[in-house]
């Protein structure tokens, strides 16, 4: 089963939660993370099961970060809101830079993540 993590900023919790339920058929089938409080919202209103981790700002990101040095996350979608400033900016950046250390696929907008869940749901298809 592809392991699969999620994250998103506030004002882009909605996006990701509306694209989760786009394609649920996808997801439904890979093992899911997120941070604490996009994990909860995906829980609560997809109805999917997701390994929670901390929230962003308390550690979340690094956690996610720490699995993708362990080879345990195949693909991140990380939806980050680029008009508002992080109080843990340097953990965002963390993790990005450990996805390109692992030559882990990283989405960081939706028409990217889009395009590897088709991919995704090709390889499902088989
Ligand atoms: O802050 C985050 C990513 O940097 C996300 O954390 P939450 O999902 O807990 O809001």
Redesign the pocket.
């Known amino acids: 089963m592809l392991n699969i993590a999620l ?4 004002k882009k ?1 909605l996006d990701l939660a509306m694209f989760v339920k786009e394609w649920k058929d996808v997801f439904e089938k890979c093992n899911l993370y ?6 909860t919202i995906i829980e609560e209103k997809i109805g999917l099961k997701v390994n929670k981790l901390e ?3 308390y550690g ?2 690094l956690q996610i970060g720490s699995l993708v040095s362990y080879g345990k996350i195949d693909f991140v979608i ?1 939806l ?1 809101d680029p008009l508002t400033a ?1 109080p ?1 900016e340097p ?2 950046t963390a993790l990005m830079r450990v996805c390109d250390v692992h030559n882990v696929p990283l989405a960081t907008n939706l028409g990217t993540a889009e395009a590897i869940v088709i991919e995704i749901k090709k390889n499902l298809e088989g």
């Open positions: 994250i998103a900023h506030d919790k997120a941070t604490k409080t996009t994990g929230s962003g700002p979340g990101d990380f980050r992080q843990h953990d965002v």
